[in-house]
């Protein structure tokens, strides 16, 4: 076989799968039009935009650790501690800028300076798991499990329990400001989904995340740093969790102690069925998007339908089923 017809196959073969992604995004837009009826017609309260800027608001910090977990899906790696990364770091950074009547430490730091110290100790725990995971070469998921399960216990520790509250103005803009009648935590998001997006399919660390995730290897024959990107990813996603975090707290205008919990089940759930890849090295970020949105749709028509709760979590574990279906029917395994 002549080495024309060996690249062309390469070639063909590297379109066919960018193209399959591309179809595993888009494929969402048809149900999220169809869940967008169906809405309308479940309750008029569903179109008002005063819901959909409700949705989009509380969904704006999903996003965020959606795509903090995508991009480490696609170096072909897992962070669990996502999760509790979410709680910590706004709960250490609020404990410390609250007076002791609010749960607070008493320390009473500036404002900004609690939004920065969570986003130090989100970038911490994202360094230890980059150097545990990659450098160490501890296995993914059982050392990300024991850190969100050594972060929780942390996190409900330093405050014995208790929510933190009383948290000044620039603390909570983030979660709870507008900017130009749009929620700033959405305007935030939808520049993470971008920025991300556009990172991955024009700058070469981008081009070599994929490469990474499709064959760790070769991409290390390439010459391609591979630990040092791996890494730098693990520090990325969780600056991002801890972003999200500072965003849930000023939406609520509290940090509570078990804020998080159960979190990691509907980021994977979102970005599973928007067509990331377990395996790694294949999935856009216009698909984690649509994952987004299509679970907070679902979920948001099930609340105003008042369907019980457990069952919105159900829909969770529905929506990953019907993603692995779809992913074997036309060709982009998700697992």
């Known amino acids: 076989m002549s080495a024309w017809t060996v690249g062309r196959r390469r070639d063909l073969g590297k379109l066919a799968r960018a193209g399959s992604s591309t179809v595993r995004g888009l494929a969402l837009l048809p149900a999220i039009v169809a869940l967008v009826v169906i809405g309308a017609f479940v309750n008029p309260a569903f179109m008002r935009v005063s819901n959909l800027s409700n949705v989009a608001q509380q969904s704006a910090a999903l996003g965020a650790v959606v795509v903090a977990e995508s991009l480490i899906m696609l170096i072909g790696n897992m962070d669990l501690s996502v999760q509790s990364t979410y709680g910590l770091a706004p709960m250490i950074g609020a404990w410390l800028i ?3 009547a609010g749960q607070g430490l008493g320390t009473e730091l500036p404002p900004l300076a609690g939004v920065a110290i969570a986003l130090l100790v ?3 725990v994202g360094t230890i798991n980059g150097l545990c995971v990659i450098r160490a070469r501890f296995n993914g998921f059982i050392f990300t499990l024991a850190m969100l399960t050594l972060l929780a216990g942390i996190q409900v520790g330093i405050v014995s329990g208790r929510t933190v509250y009383r948290l000044p103005d620039a603390f ?17 998001s939808a520049a ?3 920025a991300s997006g556009l990172f991955l399919h024009y700058h070469r ?11 760790l290897e070769a991409a290390r024959a390439a010459g391609i740093r591979v630990d040092a990107i791996r890494i730098g990813v693990f520090m990325v996603a969780g600056v991002l969790a801890a972003l999200a975090g500072v965003m849930t707290a000023g939406r609520v ?38 994952g987004v949105v299509l679970l907070a749709l679902v979920n948001n ?10 069952w919105i979590d159900a829909s969770n574990g529905v929506m990953i089923l019907i993603a692995l279906t779809m992913a074997r029917f036309i060709g982009t395994e998700t697992a």
Request: net charge positive.
């Open 205 to 215: 660390l981008g081009r070599a995340m994929y490469a990474i995730g499709g064959n």
């Open 192 to 194: 993470i989904f971008l």
């Open 253 to 290: 205008v509290a940090v509570t102690a078990n804020q998080g919990s159960g979190l990691i089940f509907t980021v994977f759930a979102a970005a599973v069925v928007g067509g990331i890849s377990l395996n790694g090295g294949r999935g856009r970020m216009i698909g984690a998007l649509s």
């Open 301 to 310: 028509i099930l609340i105003l339908s008042e369907i019980q709760t457990f």
């Open 172 to 188: 909570i803009y983030l979660g709870s400001g507008a900017l130009l009648g749009i929620p700033v935590s959405v305007l935030v």
């Open 98 to 100: 609250v007076p002791i």
């Open 122 to 124: 989100g970038l911490l």
